[in-house]
């Protein structure tokens, strides 16, 4: 049997190829990695965005910084509770938050700390509210809240 050769190979009509084959199984797993962590950045906050989104009264998937300027006892709905906090995102618009405490953990914010929200925005006449700030459950992207560098989702 011929020892195998590096050099490059022109049979069967395709382009040559001077690598063996595990280094070709590589470079291709790390050129998928590489294509599926392209759609993976990190939100940035963006309340101009929930602003506008408020304004057009549409629902958005948002991402939102800014200081807590109130804490809300915890609701209790179908979903189960509900931690409740409202964020001031600037141009006079502060935002409700609703933090399923079945989903994730209780975050602990204060008045006056400032936190990033990622989640989903409903313009709520007289109540603007982000929810879905858990883990994703499949019916709904993922969401998250991020205080003091660490999130809570």
Request: charged share 15%; hydrophobic share 35%; glycine share 12%.
């Amino acid at each position: 049997m011929p020892a195998p050769s590096h050099k490059p190979s022109t049979t069967g009509g395709r382009q040559p190829s001077w690598r063996p084959p595990a280094c070709r199984l590589l470079l291709g797993s790390i050129l998928a990695i590489a294509a599926l962590l392209s759609g993976c950045h990190p939100a940035r906050p963006d309340n101009q965005a929930l602003i506008a989104a408020l304004h057009r009264g549409r629902a958005a998937e948002v991402t939102v910084q800014g200081p807590i300027v109130g804490l809300l006892p915890d609701g209790n709905g179908p979903d189960g509770p509900h931690q409740r906090f409202r964020v001031d995102v600037g141009q006079r618009v502060v935002v409700e938050v609703d933090h399923n405490l079945t989903l994730a953990p209780r975050v602990p914010v204060t008045v006056g700390s400032t936190v990033i929200v990622h989640g989903q925005f409903e313009p709520d006449p007289g109540r603007p509210v982000i929810h879905y700030t858990h883990h994703p459950t499949g019916a709904h992207e993922g969401g998250w809240i991020q205080l003091n560098g660490r999130r809570y989702q």
